[in-house]
């Protein structure tokens, strides 16, 4: 069973920066795909990126040149810089490992980005 854990997340003032980590265990490979997702409060979860072994990264357009997604595959741990925040990327934000067709979710990490 993969396990996820992340950390990182806290309170920001607009145009501040943040760099989210999320480890995984439980593997003894390689995860295929992993990325992060947000849920603001009373919103839909959302995908703000994801970064797959052989084909590269996926950004939501929102975050594109602000948030860059990077991995240390080796150890299966991935981050998340976020810079330039804005309130708008206040969130729960969500690690996520993709193998065999199953999803894997950390319990997530609050980020607020104060005005």
């Known amino acids: 069973q993969v396990q996820l854990v992340e950390s990182g997340g806290g309170l920001v003032q607009a145009g501040g920066s943040l760099r989210l980590s999320c480890a995984a265990s439980g593997v003894s490979f390689v995860i295929n795909e992993m990325g992060w997702y947000r849920q603001a409060p009373g919103k839909q979860r959302e995908l703000v990126a994801t970064?797959?072994?052989?084909?590269?990264?996926n950004y939501a357009d929102s975050v594109k040149g602000r948030i860059t997604i990077s991995r240390d595959s080796a150890r299966n741990t991935e981050y998340l810089q976020m810079n330039s925040l804005k309130p708008e990327d206040t969130a729960v934000y969500y690690c996520n490992a993709r193998q065999w067709g199953i999803a894997f979710w950390g319990k997530g990490t609050m980020v607020t980005v104060s005005s």
């Open positions: 970064l797959t072994i052989g084909v590269g990264t």
